[in-house]
């Protein structure tokens, strides 16, 4: 059984077997949740992020895809990087969203995470519509055969917070 907890908060301050990262393609960092992660986590993570990029994603991680190094000074053995998809009106690709978070448990369980900590993927500079992508996180995570034993949602504010407590209630 994997247990759903939220907690409202900075993520990097976390404590966590994985922590996840909402990265983009490059793996090479950015703003958001992935600047904070680079910054709390120190050097090591980017190093490893580079050489997966010369390894074995040389275009970039697919969208949806999760990949996991090291978690440097951050108090968590793995950050697990995944990417997700940038919301358009015009039509966006709910499955994307789906796989990031089915993606990051399986590469948990890889590992061997009994905790893992999420950001709300896609909600800030991917402009995906809260509701939409805590409905989406929730469902996922609960539809997802997993040996995770605490999925915990970390949320940057009290919106965020209470859309994601609106899908558990
Ligand atoms: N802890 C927890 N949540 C946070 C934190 C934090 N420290 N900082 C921001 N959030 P975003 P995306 C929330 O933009 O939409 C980056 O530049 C934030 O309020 O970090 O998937 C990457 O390099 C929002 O609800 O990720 C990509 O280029 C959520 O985390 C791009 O942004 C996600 O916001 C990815 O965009």
Request: charged share 20%.
């Amino acid at each position: 059984m994997t247990t759903i907890t939220l907690v409202q908060g900075d993520i990097t301050r976390q404590s966590a077997d994985a922590i996840v990262n909402a990265a983009n393609s490059s793996l090479l960092g950015g703003g958001g949740v992935d600047g904070a992660i680079h910054r709390s986590g120190g050097p090591a993570i980017l190093a490893e992020c580079q050489a997966l990029r010369a390894s074995r994603y040389g275009k970039g991680l697919p969208t949806g895809q999760a990949v996991a190094t090291t978690a440097g000074d951050l108090d968590a053995r793995w950050v697990i990087h995944t990417v997700g998809p940038v919301y358009q009106a015009s039509g966006s690709d709910p499955s994307l969203l789906a796989s990031c978070y089915r993606e990051s448990l399986r590469v948990a369980d890889e590992l061997g995470a009994r905790t893992v900590a999420f950001p709300a993927i896609s909600t800030g500079v991917y402009r995906w519509p809260m509701d939409d992508a805590a409905r989406i996180a929730v469902e996922t995570v609960r539809s997802t055969p997993t040996a995770v034993e605490e999925v915990r949602f970390v949320l940057f504010d009290e919106r965020a917070y209470e859309a994601f407590a609106a899908q558990l209630r």
